[in-house]
């Protein structure tokens, strides 16, 4: 048996004109876990899905323990013993755990057989979930458990992950990856598609990089430094990470607030009060950063400050329109089955009324292609095609130029890469800079403090402002400051 | 008159309410309102024109008509009403509650043409015949092509021209595809926006049934409709949802419809081979637009 259990080699595979791969290769050992490396759009989950059977190669090999194969759909590489967990959930949310790990297999359901081996698999893998449970009432990162569960269902012995951690908290996502160095250990192989390097380097044996559909590097992690990684991630183009952090606190503020909620309280469908009284004021020319661990009240309280929420009581003082980046954005700020035009028009149509200006919306559409570096050929493409972080560039250009007075950003650097997510960290504080009023959600603290010149901590659905330290914060957010 | 020249006549006599319905399921559809209920607002539309246009003196004249139409057309989205109002009121969900209110309005009618509104003889069941003032005028005499034909052809250019080219119809559009990205983004009244659009799509089915009363029957009996609305499902989804393309599926599916009825007559072929082949184009088209959707997913 050769050691490699997964190879994939010389993989071309052409979309049209554009060339995802390029002659990419890959090689994951027996007992490791390997790191998948790349901006995105490098190819990292394209070559996943040829590996998983979901897409054909124009050309190229795939090799399951040293034997050529050909996978004509997803059940032939499961059949081989691969699993794939993807970036989106594939779970039914009405079903329970053992309904959806049930799904996919043959024959007859056998409610006691399933359950036999949610128990063997959540002994073997430490994965414990109640068979019972509904997806829907369950959080993220179990979700993610039944994802895995249910890929390691059916004798997997590769286990593909496709940035696992996205809708993680940071917490299940180490829990996560400690996982996945449990499953290695008694020798499968665990492929982590991610572009975090951090993961990368604490949790895997072995990394590959791709650029641009080609294979850039490749070796052991202990072969492998930030540096060297970074640099084949981001080819020869310098890296602007850097400009994110050491924002001057010295900026031109004005003493009238721009946005400003006076003792206001929300309740949610269910009459839970989610926020609490809350005053919070954001002036022109600052930043104002909120830390809360999720489901704290930030959530609507962004969307108070946005005009997207309308309050039970207090009193919410904003400009009649204010930018909004949502962290949601291929369902809440963009409409992907339209082109990019009819993005930028939809701004704010439910407060127009009359002809649309379609030859307006058009050159806006332009300015922002270039003005904020969107990759696309022209205005009438449409959304879905382009990679996340230019739909965000498209986004957050549409919500500056809308606004120009008042933005509220919730985690707007969401699956995005580090160009793209210096680019948009960029622009905010242009933003700031250019004296609008910016509020800054991120469930990453330390995207907060790079941006922030002031933090407002929500615990338990009460706002409070508190110095711009990281412990500080830290106790805050978990309300260890108030015992 | 020449054959052909007759099946042209009739095509496009069949075509007009299925142009109509046809509109009016690609406005609700367009704007995300699952309205399958075209047939009984078609219905509602048509029972209204045939009830203003036995009421009117003649002495009105040719007026008539056009408050037939718009009778026609306030009943029909009054029976769309109905539908949005249980559903923003009680969440009933609009393809449920509007194929009932089609059962109450087929028997609706079975009911008015044997009773409140039956001929003066009581005889036959349905309406006496409206006044002549409400008679839609021919677009080629001495036939039966009417100008309901033009009317359709008329509102499939307006409702085009709506949804490209005005706020209105881009928040229709916005709303359908992705309500969350049309509230968030577009601060779009979405609940009110689709509400509208399925009035209005109530409305112009039952312009529909108006016309088909003014223009062919000229009456109301039971079976007015042999199931336009269901037809125009089909008429609607072939167009893609364009409102120009409707004209096309509308005609398409009129030719097939008197071809139906010709073989019928002439050879013997049942006339539910028509609709066997109407089932059979959309399910080929469905599978085509499918297909298509998948390569250019795996493509993106």
């Known amino acids: 048996m050769s050691d490699v259990a997964l190879e994939l080699a010389s993989i071309t595979k052409l979309f049209g004109r554009t060339r995802a791969l390029s002659s990419a290769t890959f090689a994951a050992r027996h007992g490791t876990v390997h790191a998948l490396l790349g901006e995105n759009g490098a190819g990292k989950t394209t070559l996943m899905r040829i590996a998983f059977g979901m897409i054909r190669p124009d050309s190229g090999t795939i090799r399951i323990d040293g034997v050529g194969r050909v996978f004509a759909s997803p059940s032939d590489a499961i059949g081989a013993g691969i699993g794939m967990v ?20 043959h024959g007859i359901m056998n409610p006691a057989r399933i359950r036999a081996m949610i128990a063997e698999l959540a002994e073997r893998t430490g994965l414990s979930m109640d068979p019972d449970a509904r997806i829907e009432d369950l959080p993220a990162g179990a979700q993610q458990r039944v994802e895995i569960l249910k890929a390691l269902s059916r004798d997997t012995r590769i286990l593909i992950l496709d940035e696992p951690t996205a809708v993680l908290t940071r917490m299940e996502a180490r829990e996560l990856l400690v996982r996945a160095r449990d499953l290695v250990s008694h020798g499968g192989t665990a492929i982590l598609i991610t572009h975090k390097l951090r993961d990368a380097l604490e949790f895997a044996d072995d990394v590959t990089v791709l650029r641009r559909g080609a294979t850039v590097w490749s070796g052991a992690v ?32 004005s003493a009238t607030p721009v946005m400003s909620l006076t003792n206001v309280s929300v309740r949610d469908t269910l009459g839970v009060e989610r926020v609490k009284s809350a005053t919070v004021a954001v002036r022109a020319g600052e930043i104002l950063g909120v830390a809360a661990v999720e489901g704290n009240g930030q959530r609507e309280l962004l969307r108070l400050l946005a005009g997207r929420m309308t309050a039970d009581s207090g009193e919410v003082a ?30 704010g149509a439910g407060l127009r009324s009359g002809m649309m200006r379609w030859g307006e919306a058009r050159e806006q559409t332009r300015e922002l292609i270039s003005n904020y570096d969107v990759r696309a050929r022209d205005e009438s493409l449409h959304a879905r095609a382009l990679s996340g972080g230019n739909q965000q560039k498209l986004v957050v250009g ?86 | 008159m020449t054959g052909s020249m007759a099946f042209v006549i009739d095509m496009l006599v069949h075509a007009t309410p299925l142009i109509l319905a046809g509109l009016a399921v690609a ?51 009054f029976w769309a009403a109905i539908a949005a109002w249980l559903r923003s009121r009680f969440g009933v969900l609009e393809v449920i ?181 109407e089932a059979a184009i959309i399910l080929v088209v469905i599978a085509i637009a499918r297909i298509r959707q998948s390569r250019a997913a795996s493509a993106a």
């Open chain 1, 86 to 105: 993807h970036q989106h959930f594939t779970l039914v949310p009405a079903m329970t755990v053992a309904e959806n790990i049930a799904l996919g297999g």
């Open chain 1, 222 to 253: 202990s072969d492998a430094t930030e540096e060297t990684l970074v640099s084949a991630m981001l080819g020869g183009e310098r890296v602007r990470a850097e400009s994110v952090a050491g924002v001057a606190a010295s900026n031109p503020r």
């Open chain 1, 318 to 347: 904003i400009p009649p329109v204010v930018g909004f980046i949502p962290e949601d954005r291929q369902r809440d700020a963009l409409v992907e089955d339209f082109s990019l035009r009819d993005n930028v028009a939809l701004l």
């Open chain 1, 398 to 483: 549409r919500e500056i130029e809308g606004s120009r007075t008042a933005l509220v950003a919730e985690n707007p650097s969401r699956g995005l890469d580090v160009q793209a997510t210096a680019a948009v960290h960029a622009r905010i504080q242009a933003a700031r800079d250019a004296g609008m009023a910016v509020v800054i959600y991120s469930s990453d603290l330390d995207e907060v403090l790079a941006l922030a010149n002031r933090v407002v901590v929500m615990y338990n659905g009460r706002a409070r402002e508190v110095p711009l330290e990281h412990e500080v914060i830290g106790r805050a957010m978990v309300g260890l400051d108030l015992e």
């Open chain 2, 27 to 77: 406005i609700a559809f367009r704007a995300g309102i699952w309205n399958i209920g075209a047939d009984g607002q078609l219905v509602a539309g048509a029972t209204a024109a045939a009830w203003v246009g036995i009421s009117v003196s003649a002495s009105i004249g040719w007026l008539a008509l056009p408050l037939a139409l718009i009778a026609g057309a306030i009943a029909g989205a």
């Open chain 2, 97 to 277: 509650s509007t194929i009932m209110l089609n059962f109450i309005a087929t028997y609706g009618v079975s009911y008015l043409v044997r009773g409140p509104l039956q001929e003066p003889t009581h005889v036959y069941p349905q309406t006496s015949d409206i006044a002549i003032g409400a008679h839609m005028p021919t677009l080629v005499d001495g036939t039966r092509l009417h100008w309901g034909f033009v009317i359709a052809i008329a509102m499939a250019v307006v409702t085009w021209w709506v949804m490209r080219y005005t706020v209105a119809g881009f928040r229709v559009r916005a709303s359908g595809v992705n309500p969350f990205a049309a509230r968030s983004a577009g601060l779009i009244d979405v609940p009110r926006v689709t509400m509208a659009a399925f009035i209005v799509s109530g409305a112009m089915a039952g312009l529909a049934g108006a016309i088909e009363v003014c223009g062919v029957t000229f009456a109301l009996y039971e079976n007015i409709s042999p199931g336009y609305g269901y037809t125009a499902i089909a008429v609607a989804l072939l167009a893609g949802l364009n409102p120009l393309g409707v004209i096309g599926t509308g005609i398409l599916f009129g030719a097939l419809e008197t071809a139906a009825g010709t073989l019928q007559r002439n050879v013997g072929i049942p006339v539910t081979t028509a609709s066997v082949i």
